[in-house]
């Protein structure tokens, strides 16, 4: 079946611009994730959702970044006003029950970001 | 002790050569763990889960040792292939900061021929 797939792939745009990165997870998977990964880094949690209960927002690095899921499906993060250092892969995964650390994460291509 | 540690490496050996990495965890109560792949400019994709003492498959090991709270991979004749970080992978807290599973930094290996 179909992985996780993000869009778009690449984007480059220009610092104080906002953007818009998707991820479209696994069907069925009801927990969803989003990373940050910078050049030669580890990776960064930023937001956690499983299923209808409130996000786990607390790896979000400021009130510039936010995230959107829409019952068990598409995902959106949200960079408004973007800074250099926001440069960095962002990645998505997702996996069948969150919370447990019982299943494992299953991981998109990325979206490369790069502000101008 | 961090909630996951591994040494980054880069660990250079030779093709064929046995490599082994460890991976510390703080979390004692713990009960299942992962090692990913992540491969140059990829994407991190499972390698291994292990659930209970250990795991094995085909040329790779991995063994946990609860008492200690670290976790092990081996590898055994070692490919070219091979080369890539090592992502150890340990269940957060319960609705802790990290979501469910928490990524080691990783580490780096290097085959050589």
């Known amino acids: 079946g179909a992985g996780v797939s993000q869009s778009p792939s690449n984007k480059v745009t220009e610092k104080g611009k906002d953007v818009e990165l998707r991820c479209d997870p696994i069907?069925?998977?009801?927990?969803l994730y989003w990373y940050r990964q910078r050049l030669g880094q580890g990776l960064e949690f930023l937001i956690y959702?499983?299923?209808?209960?409130?996000?786990?927002k607390s790896g979000l690095p400021s009130d510039r970044f936010s995230a959107e899921r829409t019952g068990e499906s598409v995902s959106t993060l949200t960079i408004q006003r973007t800074q250099q250092e926001d440069s960095a892969v962002y990645l998505c995964?997702?996996?069948?029950?969150?919370?447990?650390?019982?299943?494992?994460?299953?991981f998109g291509d990325g979206t490369r970001l790069s502000i101008l | 002790r961090k909630e996951v540690e591994q040494d980054p490496g880069p660990f250079n050996v030779p093709e064929g050569a046995t490599v082994a990495f460890n991976c510390t965890y703080s979390?004692?109560?713990?009960?299942?763990f992962f090692w990913y792949r992540q491969d140059c400019r990829k994407e991190p994709k499972l390698l291994m889960s292990v659930y209970s003492s250990g795991n094995e498959d085909g040329r790779f090991t991995a063994q946990l040792n609860r008492a200690s709270q670290y976790i092990s991979l081996l590898i055994r004749d070692s490919k070219l292939s091979d080369s890539a970080t090592y992502l150890c992978v340990v269940p957060g807290n319960y609705g802790g900061s990290q979501g469910n599973l928490i990524f080691g930094k990783g580490t780096k290996l290097s085959v050589k021929p």
């Open positions: 979390n004692s109560a713990s009960q299942s």
């Open positions: 959702f499983q299923g209808n209960s409130a996000p786990d």
């Open positions: 069907s069925g998977h009801t927990a």
């Open positions: 995964a997702s996996s069948l029950v969150g919370g447990q650390g019982n299943q494992p994460q299953h």
